[in-house]
């Protein structure tokens, strides 16, 4: 849009030079000229940024989707740089990424959320109170939310409970009142936790990279899994 109207601009002033060569219009070039060399620079600028962070997302998106963490268009990924937000667009597939599907926002205010995900003020809050999480995703794991409506707290059993021994779950949150509430509440719950779970919604996992908060999302369906099948055992 603005690179349209930069081009307008300058189409208009070149023009009005050809038909009548005066200093007013001869302004009126450079000024045009200029606006869509700069409009022009922008826009190169944030594609590259964009699609500089796009590999990362697709991959770990990707991911997500090969693992049965999410279904189609459910999940979202961010990244902290500085005072923007890098968040998944609202209604994205995770395990098929476009670079148009990555969208800068404020850290500090919701003037770009528009077509970012819907759980960006989730992102958000996290971000605002966990200054050491460079690094968000949010999945919808089975196991862990069918846990998730009998606990409040949940004990893994095996070795992997060396590096996430506890899984809170957020439980105030009804499932109709969306992301308002998960984001006033849910901060406080990630306190020492790298992972938590909202009951009968999903999970959060933090890290300093896509990777680790992947990898974190990912382990504790992993200790859930093995939970529900023990269940599934000991009622035999
Ligand atoms: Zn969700």
């Given at each position: 849009m603005?690179n349209y109207l930069g ?7 070149l023009e009005?030079l050809r038909k009548k ?12 000229f200029?606006g869509?060399?700069e409009?022009m620079v ?9 699609f ?10 990707r991911?997500?989707?090969d693992?049965g963490?999410i ?8 990244i902290?740089?500085g ?16 670079s ?15 077509i ?5 003020p989730?992102?958000r809050?996290?971000y605002?109170?966990?200054p ?8 919808h794991p ?14 893994p059993?095996?070795?992997d409970?060396l590096?996430i021994?506890?899984?809170p779950v ?5 499932y ?8 006033k509440h849910?901060p406080?719950?990630l306190?020492k936790?790298t992972?938590?779970?909202?009951r ?8 300093t990279?896509l990777?680790q908060?992947?990898a974190?999302l ?14 599934l055992?000991?009622?035999?």
């Amino acid at each position: 849009m603005v690179n349209y109207l930069g081009h307008t601009v300058f189409r208009f002033c070149l023009e009005q030079l050809r038909k009548k060569a005066t200093s007013k219009s001869r302004n009126c070039l450079v000024v045009g000229f200029c606006g869509w060399l700069e409009y022009m620079v922008l826009s190169i600028l944030v594609q590259k940024v964009n699609f500089m962070y796009y590999t990362e997302f697709a991959k770990y998106g990707r991911m997500l989707w090969d693992s049965g963490l999410i279904h189609i268009t459910s999940g979202n990924l961010s990244i902290r740089k500085g005072t923007t937000i890098y968040v998944t667009r609202t209604g994205s597939r995770l395990g098929d990424l476009s670079s148009s599907d990555i969208i800068a926002v404020n850290l500090n205010n919701t003037l770009r959320d528009k077509i970012a995900s819907s759980e960006t003020p989730v992102h958000r809050e996290i971000y605002l109170a966990h200054p050491d999480v460079a690094s968000v995703v949010h999945a919808h794991p089975p196991h862990a939310t069918a846990l998730s409506w009998d606990y409040t707290t949940i004990q893994p059993i095996d070795s992997d409970s060396l590096y996430i021994p506890e899984i809170p779950v957020l439980t105030d949150c009804p499932y109709g009142e969306g992301s308002a509430c998960v984001a006033k509440h849910f901060p406080e719950l990630l306190g020492k936790h790298t992972v938590a779970l909202i009951r009968g919604h999903g999970a959060f996992s933090v890290g300093t990279t896509l990777e680790q908060a992947t990898a974190r999302l990912s382990m504790m369906e992993n200790q859930c899994r093995l939970i529900y099948m023990r269940k599934l055992l000991e009622h035999k």
